[in-house]
Protein backbone atom coordinates (compact mmCIF):
# COMPACT_ATOMS: atom_id res chain seq x y z
CA UNK A 1 0.00 0.00 0.00
CA UNK A 2 1.32 3.49 -0.93
CA UNK A 3 2.02 5.78 1.91
CA UNK A 4 0.64 8.43 -0.65
CA UNK A 5 -3.50 9.41 -0.56
CA UNK A 6 -2.91 9.55 -4.25
CA UNK A 7 -0.97 8.32 -7.17
CA UNK A 8 -1.47 11.88 -8.86
CA UNK A 9 -3.27 15.01 -7.56
CA UNK A 10 -3.87 17.47 -10.41
CA UNK A 11 -4.72 21.36 -9.63
CA UNK A 12 -6.99 22.37 -12.42
CA UNK A 13 -9.83 20.71 -14.38
CA UNK A 14 -9.41 22.38 -17.62
CA UNK A 15 -8.77 20.48 -20.79
CA UNK A 16 -5.05 19.09 -19.97
CA UNK A 17 -5.27 18.47 -16.26
CA UNK A 18 -8.81 16.35 -16.99
CA UNK A 19 -7.06 14.47 -20.23
CA UNK A 20 -3.87 14.01 -17.80
CA UNK A 21 -6.24 12.95 -14.94
CA UNK A 22 -8.56 10.39 -16.74
CA UNK A 23 -5.24 8.69 -19.11
CA UNK A 24 -3.78 8.09 -15.82
CA UNK A 25 -6.80 6.62 -13.76
CA UNK A 26 -7.34 4.40 -16.84
CA UNK A 27 -3.33 3.24 -16.08
CA UNK A 28 -4.56 2.17 -13.16
CA UNK A 29 -3.25 5.08 -10.70
CA UNK A 30 -5.39 6.48 -7.78
CA UNK A 31 -5.98 10.07 -8.74
CA UNK A 32 -7.72 13.35 -7.49
CA UNK A 33 -8.41 16.34 -9.17
CA UNK A 34 -8.96 20.02 -7.72
CA UNK A 35 -11.03 22.94 -9.32
CA UNK A 36 -11.53 25.67 -8.04
CA UNK A 37 -14.32 27.45 -10.49
CA UNK A 38 -16.02 24.39 -13.04
CA UNK A 39 -15.03 21.80 -14.66
CA UNK A 40 -14.00 22.20 -18.65
CA UNK A 41 -11.22 25.14 -17.64
CA UNK A 42 -10.78 28.65 -19.74
CA UNK A 43 -11.95 27.06 -23.43
CA UNK A 44 -15.32 25.29 -22.72
CA UNK A 45 -16.36 27.93 -19.50
CA UNK A 46 -15.20 31.34 -20.49
CA UNK A 47 -13.08 31.06 -23.82
CA UNK A 48 -13.03 28.88 -27.31
CA UNK A 49 -16.40 27.59 -26.76
CA UNK A 50 -18.65 30.20 -25.96
CA UNK A 51 -16.43 32.59 -28.14
CA UNK A 52 -16.95 29.92 -31.27
CA UNK A 53 -20.85 30.38 -30.22
CA UNK A 54 -20.89 34.22 -29.87
CA UNK A 55 -18.96 34.35 -33.26
CA UNK A 56 -22.02 31.94 -35.00
CA UNK A 57 -24.59 34.43 -33.55
CA UNK A 58 -22.17 37.31 -34.73
CA UNK A 59 -22.87 36.12 -38.50
CA UNK A 60 -26.30 36.04 -38.98
CA UNK A 61 -26.25 39.57 -39.79
CA UNK A 62 -24.23 39.39 -42.54
CA UNK A 63 -25.95 36.01 -43.89
CA UNK A 64 -29.55 37.81 -43.63
CA UNK A 65 -28.40 40.49 -46.53
CA UNK A 66 -26.23 37.66 -48.28
CA UNK A 67 -29.95 35.96 -48.67
CA UNK A 68 -31.25 38.58 -50.67
CA UNK A 69 -28.34 38.55 -53.50
CA UNK A 70 -30.19 34.64 -53.83
CA UNK A 71 -33.64 35.62 -54.08
CA UNK A 72 -34.28 35.05 -50.48
CA UNK A 73 -36.80 38.06 -49.09
CA UNK A 74 -35.79 38.76 -45.48
CA UNK A 75 -38.64 39.64 -43.28
CA UNK A 76 -38.46 41.66 -39.76
CA UNK A 77 -35.23 40.75 -38.18
CA UNK A 78 -34.22 41.00 -34.62
CA UNK A 79 -31.37 40.20 -32.05
CA UNK A 80 -31.82 39.28 -28.37
CA UNK A 81 -28.79 39.23 -26.37
CA UNK A 82 -30.69 37.60 -23.41
CA UNK A 83 -31.33 35.10 -24.96
CA UNK A 84 -28.10 34.41 -26.76
CA UNK A 85 -26.64 34.55 -23.23
CA UNK A 86 -29.14 32.06 -21.71
CA UNK A 87 -28.32 29.50 -24.54
CA UNK A 88 -24.72 29.60 -24.67
CA UNK A 89 -25.30 29.03 -20.31
CA UNK A 90 -26.94 25.92 -21.09
CA UNK A 91 -24.69 24.85 -23.44
CA UNK A 92 -22.09 25.40 -21.53
CA UNK A 93 -23.39 23.73 -17.94
CA UNK A 94 -24.25 20.82 -20.48
CA UNK A 95 -20.21 20.22 -21.55
CA UNK A 96 -19.48 20.71 -17.53
CA UNK A 97 -21.20 18.40 -16.72
CA UNK A 98 -19.85 15.79 -19.50
CA UNK A 99 -16.55 16.49 -18.01
CA UNK A 100 -17.31 15.93 -14.79
CA UNK A 101 -18.88 12.62 -15.54
CA UNK A 102 -16.24 11.20 -17.54
CA UNK A 103 -14.28 12.07 -14.45
CA UNK A 104 -16.15 10.03 -12.34
CA UNK A 105 -16.24 7.43 -14.91
CA UNK A 106 -12.61 6.79 -14.61
CA UNK A 107 -13.10 6.48 -10.64
CA UNK A 108 -11.03 10.04 -10.39
CA UNK A 109 -12.39 12.20 -7.38
CA UNK A 110 -13.07 15.12 -7.78
CA UNK A 111 -12.59 18.47 -5.43
CA UNK A 112 -14.47 21.75 -5.81
CA UNK A 113 -11.72 23.95 -4.15
CA UNK A 114 -8.98 26.18 -5.01
CA UNK A 115 -5.61 23.93 -4.25
CA UNK A 116 -2.25 25.01 -3.16
CA UNK A 117 1.13 23.50 -3.06
CA UNK A 118 2.73 23.07 0.52
CA UNK A 119 5.95 21.03 -0.83
CA UNK A 120 6.98 18.40 -3.09
CA UNK A 121 4.59 15.58 -2.56
CA UNK A 122 1.64 17.53 -0.08
CA UNK A 123 -1.36 19.94 -1.59
CA UNK A 124 -3.60 21.62 0.44
CA UNK A 125 -7.23 22.16 -0.42
CA UNK A 126 -8.29 25.91 0.94
CA UNK A 127 -12.32 25.53 1.02
CA UNK A 128 -11.65 22.35 3.81
CA UNK A 129 -8.50 22.83 4.57
CA UNK A 130 -7.73 19.27 3.69
CA UNK A 131 -4.20 18.27 3.35
CA UNK A 132 -3.55 15.59 0.93
CA UNK A 133 -0.52 14.02 0.34
CA UNK A 134 0.49 12.73 -3.44
CA UNK A 135 3.20 10.81 -5.37
CA UNK A 136 3.03 13.40 -8.28
CA UNK A 137 1.65 16.66 -8.67
CA UNK A 138 0.52 18.10 -12.06
CA UNK A 139 0.10 21.82 -12.22
CA UNK A 140 -2.58 22.43 -14.83
CA UNK A 141 -4.03 26.10 -13.85
CA UNK A 142 -3.95 27.48 -17.16
CA UNK A 143 -3.74 31.40 -17.83
CA UNK A 144 -6.00 34.57 -16.82
CA UNK A 145 -6.36 38.03 -18.90
CA UNK A 146 -4.05 40.75 -18.58
CA UNK A 147 -4.21 43.87 -17.80
CA UNK A 148 -2.35 47.08 -17.28
CA UNK A 149 -2.52 47.92 -13.72
CA UNK A 150 -0.57 50.91 -13.95
CA UNK A 151 -3.08 52.39 -16.36
CA UNK A 152 -5.28 55.25 -15.00
CA UNK A 153 -8.69 53.95 -14.64
CA UNK A 154 -8.19 50.34 -15.54
CA UNK A 155 -10.70 48.96 -12.92
CA UNK A 156 -13.32 50.54 -15.28
CA UNK A 157 -12.23 48.05 -18.16
CA UNK A 158 -13.38 44.36 -18.77
CA UNK A 159 -11.76 41.53 -19.88
CA UNK A 160 -13.10 37.82 -22.24
CA UNK A 161 -14.26 36.92 -18.84
CA UNK A 162 -16.94 39.53 -18.25
CA UNK A 163 -17.39 39.78 -22.00
CA UNK A 164 -19.42 36.41 -21.69
CA UNK A 165 -21.66 37.39 -19.24
CA UNK A 166 -22.42 41.46 -19.76
CA UNK A 167 -25.86 42.30 -18.76
CA UNK A 168 -27.16 44.21 -21.52
CA UNK A 169 -24.83 44.20 -25.40
CA UNK A 170 -23.28 47.79 -25.16
CA UNK A 171 -23.92 50.07 -27.83
CA UNK A 172 -20.60 51.23 -28.20
CA UNK A 173 -16.91 49.25 -27.20
CA UNK A 174 -13.48 49.79 -27.90
CA UNK A 175 -11.59 46.26 -27.78
CA UNK A 176 -7.59 47.24 -26.76
CA UNK A 177 -5.14 44.26 -27.99
CA UNK A 178 -3.93 43.07 -31.46
CA UNK A 179 -4.29 39.23 -30.72
CA UNK A 180 -6.48 36.57 -31.61
CA UNK A 181 -8.83 36.96 -28.36
CA UNK A 182 -9.25 41.26 -29.13
CA UNK A 183 -9.74 40.20 -33.35
CA UNK A 184 -12.30 37.77 -32.78
CA UNK A 185 -14.50 39.79 -29.84
CA UNK A 186 -14.04 42.91 -31.61
CA UNK A 187 -15.40 40.79 -35.03
CA UNK A 188 -18.58 39.28 -32.50
CA UNK A 189 -19.34 43.00 -31.22
CA UNK A 190 -19.40 44.43 -34.82
CA UNK A 191 -21.59 41.47 -36.24
CA UNK A 192 -24.06 41.83 -33.68
CA UNK A 193 -24.16 45.84 -34.22
CA UNK A 194 -22.26 47.49 -31.96
CA UNK A 195 -19.97 50.40 -32.80
CA UNK A 196 -16.74 49.04 -32.49
CA UNK A 197 -13.14 50.42 -32.46
CA UNK A 198 -10.06 48.59 -32.27
CA UNK A 199 -7.01 49.72 -30.83
CA UNK A 200 -3.22 47.91 -30.80
CA UNK A 201 0.03 49.45 -29.86
CA UNK A 202 1.94 47.87 -32.72
CA UNK A 203 2.11 48.27 -36.53
CA UNK A 204 -0.30 45.53 -37.70
CA UNK A 205 -2.36 43.24 -35.39
CA UNK A 206 -2.29 38.97 -35.12
CA UNK A 207 1.93 39.46 -34.44
CA UNK A 208 2.68 36.18 -34.97
CA UNK A 209 1.10 35.31 -38.07
CA UNK A 210 2.06 35.98 -41.67
CA UNK A 211 2.04 38.91 -42.22
CA UNK A 212 0.03 39.08 -45.57
CA UNK A 213 -2.83 37.61 -43.24
CA UNK A 214 -2.30 40.32 -40.49
CA UNK A 215 -2.92 42.95 -43.42
CA UNK A 216 -6.13 41.13 -45.28
CA UNK A 217 -7.79 40.83 -41.54
CA UNK A 218 -7.24 44.04 -40.61
CA UNK A 219 -8.29 45.25 -44.39
CA UNK A 220 -11.47 42.83 -44.16
CA UNK A 221 -12.25 44.02 -40.85
CA UNK A 222 -12.10 48.02 -42.19
CA UNK A 223 -14.44 46.98 -44.87
CA UNK A 224 -16.86 45.44 -41.98
CA UNK A 225 -17.33 48.62 -40.40
CA UNK A 226 -14.59 48.12 -37.53
CA UNK A 227 -11.89 51.53 -36.88
CA UNK A 228 -8.46 49.90 -36.13
CA UNK A 229 -6.13 52.13 -34.69
CA UNK A 230 -2.56 50.98 -34.64
CA UNK A 231 0.23 52.27 -32.61
CA UNK A 232 -1.49 53.58 -30.50
CA UNK A 233 -2.69 52.32 -26.70
CA UNK A 234 -4.83 53.96 -23.89
CA UNK A 235 -3.16 56.47 -21.26
CA UNK A 236 -6.57 56.92 -19.06
CA UNK A 237 -9.98 55.89 -19.00
CA UNK A 238 -12.95 58.06 -16.53
CA UNK A 239 -15.78 56.95 -16.06
CA UNK A 240 -18.27 59.18 -17.11
CA UNK A 241 -21.74 60.51 -14.76
CA UNK A 242 -24.23 58.46 -17.13
CA UNK A 243 -22.38 55.31 -16.66
CA UNK A 244 -20.18 55.26 -20.27
CA UNK A 245 -16.49 55.80 -20.30
CA UNK A 246 -14.03 58.06 -21.71
CA UNK A 247 -10.59 56.93 -23.17
CA UNK A 248 -7.89 58.48 -23.93
CA UNK A 249 -4.86 57.65 -25.91
CA UNK A 250 -1.22 58.07 -26.05
CA UNK A 251 -1.60 59.99 -29.37
CA UNK A 252 -4.55 61.93 -28.34
CA UNK A 253 -7.48 60.19 -29.53
CA UNK A 254 -10.29 60.78 -27.07
CA UNK A 255 -12.72 57.62 -27.10
CA UNK A 256 -16.29 57.03 -26.22
CA UNK A 257 -17.53 53.78 -25.45
CA UNK A 258 -20.51 51.97 -23.07
CA UNK A 259 -17.67 49.21 -22.48
CA UNK A 260 -14.25 49.23 -22.83
CA UNK A 261 -12.42 45.79 -22.86
CA UNK A 262 -9.00 44.90 -22.65
CA UNK A 263 -7.47 41.24 -25.01
CA UNK A 264 -3.55 42.23 -24.52
CA UNK A 265 -2.66 38.88 -23.53
CA UNK A 266 -2.47 36.47 -20.82
CA UNK A 267 -0.48 35.52 -17.95
CA UNK A 268 -0.20 31.76 -16.14
CA UNK A 269 -1.93 31.39 -13.17
CA UNK A 270 0.57 30.63 -10.92
CA UNK A 271 0.27 33.55 -8.39
CA UNK A 272 -0.49 31.79 -4.40
CA UNK A 273 0.01 28.57 -5.77
CA UNK A 274 2.72 27.72 -3.60
CA UNK A 275 5.24 27.23 -6.49
CA UNK A 276 7.55 29.00 -4.75
CA UNK A 277 7.39 27.20 -1.38
CA UNK A 278 8.22 23.83 -3.12
CA UNK A 279 10.68 25.33 -5.23
CA UNK A 280 9.51 25.01 -8.56
CA UNK A 281 11.10 27.00 -11.15
CA UNK A 282 9.12 29.91 -13.11
CA UNK A 283 10.37 32.61 -15.23
CA UNK A 284 9.55 36.08 -15.36
CA UNK A 285 5.95 35.87 -16.92
CA UNK A 286 5.42 33.18 -13.74
CA UNK A 287 5.24 30.57 -16.57
CA UNK A 288 6.60 27.40 -14.96
CA UNK A 289 9.75 25.68 -16.41
CA UNK A 290 9.55 22.17 -17.51
CA UNK A 291 11.45 20.08 -19.62
CA UNK A 292 10.07 18.32 -22.92
CA UNK A 293 8.19 16.23 -20.94
CA UNK A 294 6.62 18.55 -18.73
CA UNK A 295 8.64 18.01 -16.10
CA UNK A 296 9.63 20.80 -13.28
CA UNK A 297 12.79 21.09 -12.11
CA UNK A 298 11.08 19.07 -8.95
CA UNK A 299 11.08 15.80 -9.82
CA UNK A 300 7.37 14.81 -8.49
CA UNK A 301 5.91 18.02 -9.72
CA UNK A 302 4.81 18.70 -13.53
CA UNK A 303 2.97 21.13 -15.36
CA UNK A 304 1.46 21.03 -18.64
CA UNK A 305 -0.91 23.83 -20.76
CA UNK A 306 -0.87 27.56 -20.90
CA UNK A 307 0.62 27.67 -17.39
CA UNK A 308 3.95 26.58 -19.46
CA UNK A 309 3.45 29.33 -21.95
CA UNK A 310 5.22 26.84 -24.53
CA UNK A 311 2.31 26.93 -27.01
CA UNK A 312 -0.73 28.10 -25.43
CA UNK A 313 -3.72 26.25 -27.38
CA UNK A 314 -6.28 23.91 -25.81
CA UNK A 315 -5.85 20.99 -28.22
CA UNK A 316 -1.47 21.28 -26.97
CA UNK A 317 -2.74 21.27 -23.30
CA UNK A 318 -4.72 17.84 -24.22
CA UNK A 319 -1.89 16.46 -25.79
CA UNK A 320 0.37 17.32 -22.97
CA UNK A 321 -1.61 15.88 -20.55
CA UNK A 322 -2.44 12.75 -22.17
CA UNK A 323 1.93 12.58 -22.85
CA UNK A 324 2.75 12.81 -19.23
CA UNK A 325 0.20 9.88 -17.95
CA UNK A 326 1.42 7.98 -20.77
CA UNK A 327 4.98 8.25 -19.76
CA UNK A 328 4.88 8.67 -16.04
CA UNK A 329 1.65 5.52 -15.58
CA UNK A 330 1.42 3.73 -18.44
CA UNK A 331 5.06 2.75 -19.37
CA UNK A 332 4.78 4.46 -22.74
CA UNK A 333 7.25 7.48 -22.72
CA UNK A 334 6.50 10.24 -25.39
CA UNK A 335 6.80 13.80 -25.65
CA UNK A 336 4.69 16.47 -27.51
CA UNK A 337 6.01 18.21 -30.95
CA UNK A 338 5.06 21.85 -30.62
CA UNK A 339 6.82 22.42 -33.77
CA UNK A 340 4.32 22.06 -36.30
CA UNK A 341 0.41 22.96 -34.96
CA UNK A 342 -2.37 24.09 -37.07
CA UNK A 343 -4.61 26.74 -35.48
CA UNK A 344 -7.37 29.04 -36.72
CA UNK A 345 -8.17 32.43 -35.94
CA UNK A 346 -11.94 32.96 -35.54
CA UNK A 347 -12.16 36.53 -37.41
CA UNK A 348 -14.14 37.67 -39.45
CA UNK A 349 -13.36 36.94 -42.36
CA UNK A 350 -11.78 33.25 -40.27
CA UNK A 351 -7.95 32.34 -40.45
CA UNK A 352 -6.27 28.92 -40.52
CA UNK A 353 -2.93 28.72 -40.50
CA UNK A 354 -0.54 25.79 -40.45
CA UNK A 355 3.90 25.61 -40.64
CA UNK A 356 5.82 28.60 -40.62
CA UNK A 357 5.41 31.90 -41.66
CA UNK A 358 7.31 33.73 -44.69
CA UNK A 359 9.74 35.04 -42.17
CA UNK A 360 9.51 32.40 -40.04
CA UNK A 361 10.85 30.51 -43.31
CA UNK A 362 13.30 32.95 -44.57
CA UNK A 363 14.96 32.55 -41.24
CA UNK A 364 15.78 28.88 -41.87
CA UNK A 365 15.86 28.62 -45.97
CA UNK A 366 16.73 31.94 -48.11
CA UNK A 367 15.42 30.10 -51.24
CA UNK A 368 11.58 30.44 -51.28
CA UNK A 369 8.76 29.74 -53.93
CA UNK A 370 5.69 31.78 -52.91
CA UNK A 371 2.29 30.83 -54.26
CA UNK A 372 -0.33 33.31 -53.57
CA UNK A 373 -4.25 33.57 -54.78
CA UNK A 374 -7.19 36.48 -53.96
CA UNK A 375 -9.97 35.85 -54.92
CA UNK A 376 -13.79 36.37 -54.26
CA UNK A 377 -15.72 33.50 -52.72
CA UNK A 378 -17.98 32.06 -55.09
CA UNK A 379 -20.69 32.60 -52.42
CA UNK A 380 -19.79 36.28 -52.81
CA UNK A 381 -20.39 36.33 -56.22
CA UNK A 382 -24.41 36.28 -55.74
CA UNK A 383 -24.57 38.30 -52.15
CA UNK A 384 -22.54 41.06 -54.18
CA UNK A 385 -20.41 41.10 -50.75
CA UNK A 386 -16.77 43.22 -51.42
CA UNK A 387 -14.99 40.36 -49.51
CA UNK A 388 -11.71 38.74 -50.40
CA UNK A 389 -10.29 35.03 -49.72
CA UNK A 390 -6.44 34.71 -49.53
CA UNK A 391 -4.20 31.41 -49.77
CA UNK A 392 -0.65 31.43 -49.30
CA UNK A 393 1.81 28.41 -49.73
CA UNK A 394 5.25 28.62 -49.04
CA UNK A 395 7.73 25.78 -50.34
CA UNK A 396 11.72 25.06 -49.98
CA UNK A 397 12.67 25.97 -53.62
CA UNK A 398 15.37 23.23 -53.44
CA UNK A 399 13.20 20.66 -51.93
CA UNK A 400 10.03 21.44 -52.74
CA UNK A 401 8.87 20.74 -49.55
CA UNK A 402 5.73 22.40 -48.37
CA UNK A 403 7.09 24.63 -45.19
CA UNK A 404 3.85 26.80 -44.67
CA UNK A 405 -0.26 27.28 -45.67
CA UNK A 406 -2.07 30.49 -44.95
CA UNK A 407 -5.28 31.22 -45.50
CA UNK A 408 -7.95 33.88 -45.17
CA UNK A 409 -11.99 33.09 -45.82
CA UNK A 410 -14.76 31.10 -45.31
CA UNK A 411 -13.87 27.89 -43.33
CA UNK A 412 -9.97 28.78 -43.13
CA UNK A 413 -9.99 26.28 -39.67
CA UNK A 414 -11.61 23.51 -41.34
CA UNK A 415 -9.20 23.58 -44.23
CA UNK A 416 -5.92 23.95 -41.55
CA UNK A 417 -6.76 21.27 -40.01
CA UNK A 418 -6.35 18.87 -42.65
CA UNK A 419 -3.76 20.68 -43.96
CA UNK A 420 -2.06 19.90 -40.66
CA UNK A 421 -2.16 16.60 -41.53
CA UNK A 422 -0.29 16.91 -45.08
CA UNK A 423 2.29 18.69 -43.58
CA UNK A 424 3.40 16.92 -40.55
CA UNK A 425 3.73 14.08 -43.51
CA UNK A 426 6.32 16.25 -45.08
CA UNK A 427 4.17 17.24 -48.32
CA UNK A 428 5.73 18.61 -51.27
CA UNK A 429 4.55 21.43 -54.13
CA UNK A 430 4.35 18.36 -56.59
CA UNK A 431 2.13 16.06 -53.50
CA UNK A 432 -0.40 19.27 -54.32
CA UNK A 433 0.00 19.41 -57.61
CA UNK A 434 -0.95 15.78 -58.66
CA UNK A 435 -4.30 16.09 -55.94
CA UNK A 436 -7.41 16.22 -58.44
CA UNK A 437 -9.49 19.78 -57.20
CA UNK A 438 -12.65 19.13 -55.78
CA UNK A 439 -14.64 21.71 -58.16
CA UNK A 440 -16.19 24.31 -57.48
CA UNK A 441 -14.72 24.53 -54.53
CA UNK A 442 -12.04 27.34 -52.81
CA UNK A 443 -9.81 25.06 -51.21
CA UNK A 444 -9.04 23.75 -55.17
CA UNK A 445 -7.03 26.64 -55.20
CA UNK A 446 -4.77 25.13 -53.07
CA UNK A 447 -3.85 22.40 -56.02
CA UNK A 448 -4.18 24.38 -58.72
CA UNK A 449 -1.67 27.14 -57.89
CA UNK A 450 1.08 26.56 -60.78
CA UNK A 451 3.45 29.62 -60.71
CA UNK A 452 4.99 31.12 -58.17
CA UNK A 453 3.90 34.63 -57.17
CA UNK A 454 7.25 35.19 -56.06
CA UNK A 455 10.87 33.65 -55.81
CA UNK A 456 13.04 34.76 -53.32
CA UNK A 457 16.52 34.15 -53.81
CA UNK A 458 19.39 34.68 -51.62
Not at 75 to 80: D, I, P, Q
Not at 229 to 250: C, H, M, P, V, Y
Not at 290 to 308: K, L
Request: hydrophobic share 40%; aromatic share 6%.
Amino acid sequence: MSDYDYDLFVIGGGSGGVRAARIAATHGARVGIAEEYRYGGTCVIRGCVPKKLFVYASKFSEEFEDAEGFGWSVGERGFSWSKLIAAKDQEITRLEGIYRRNLDRTNVEMHDSRAVIEDAHTVRLLSTGQVITTRYILVAVGASPNVDTSLPGVEHVITSNEAFHLDELPGKIVVAGGGYIAVEFAGIFNGLGVDTTLIYRGEEILRGFDMDLRTTVRQEMEKKGIRVILNDAFSSIEKQADGSFLGKTRNGETLAADRIMFAIGRNPHTRDLGLEKAGVEMDASGAIKVSTDSRTNIESIYAVGDVTNRANLTPVAIREGHAFADTVFGNNPWTVDHSLIATAVFSQPEMGTVGLTQDEALSRTPNLDIYKSSFRPMKHTLSGRDEKMLMKMIVDAETQKVLGVHIVGPDAGELAQILGVTLQMGATKADFDRTIAVHPTAAEELVTMREPTERLRG
